[in-house]
């Protein structure tokens, strides 16, 4: 069983940064982890993935060069750094682990097992 807790959301200006953390319970570190995002009236989207041993990240075109993520096994968290915000980066983001035995589509929300609560994100133009 995993609890994830996402922190750092917050209102700020476009080209401005922000770190979100996940801080999870129990043994994440043989899982992979991953961010989707979901803005108003529209379904959840996958963000980034980072593979267990943190060797292998994968990314959303529209992020790519602009966010971050990355984890610290050794305290169960997993972080997204966000650079050079944009206003259609506006959403709640959230935090996945774990995917499901057999499930390969690491960009799709069904994959994940364990989800976090979401952490509003909001860029102004």
């Known amino acids: 069983q995993v609890h994830a807790v996402e922190s750092g959301g917050g209102l700020v200006q476009a080209g401005d940064s922000l770190r979100l953390s996940c801080a999870a319970s129990?043994?994440?570190?043989?899982?992979?982890m991953a961010w989707f995002r979901q803005a108003p009236g529209k379904e959840r989207v996958f963000v980034a993935r980072i593979s267990a041993s943190g060797v292998y990240t994968d990314y959303v075109e529209s992020v790519k060069g602009r966010f971050t993520i990355s984890r610290d096994n050794a305290n169960n968290t997993v972080y997204l750094q966000m650079n050079s915000l944009k206003p259609e980066d506006t959403a709640v983001y959230y935090c996945a682990a774990a995917q499901k035995p057999g499930s390969s589509n690491w960009r799709s929300s069904g994959t994940y097992v364990y989800w976090g609560q979401g952490t509003q994100v909001t860029v102004s133009s």
């Open positions: 129990g043994r994440t570190s043989s899982y992979a």
